[in-house]
């Protein structure tokens, strides 16, 4: 399982809203292919998923306020434990 968190943004960006969420639990997704989209202080942007695989777990909804480094997806990259 591989947990997609929020990037740091920049220096002074410690907080972002989840504009919304572009995956569904089972959908399968490429490493480019974005998960979400958020909005900090100065930009919003687009959250890639970062490994192929399957979508397992969404940890966040539209509107919620995250901090940098939460984890907002999990997907199942096949690998196993």
């Known amino acids: 399982m591989i947990d ?9 960006t410690v907080e972002v809203e989840i504009l919304a969420v572009m995956v569904e639990v089972g959908q399968q997704v490429g490493a480019e292919d974005s998960v979400i ?16 695989g399957t979508v397992a777990e969404i ?8 901090s940098v480094g939460d984890v907002v997806v999990r997907i199942d990259d096949g690998a196993g434990a």
């Open 4 to 12: 997609v968190h929020i990037p740091k943004m920049g220096m002074s």
């Open 37 to 52: 989209e958020v909005e900090g202080d100065k930009a919003t942007f687009e959250v890639e998923a970062g490994v192929a």
């Open 59 to 66: 940890l966040v909804s539209e509107g919620q306020e995250c």
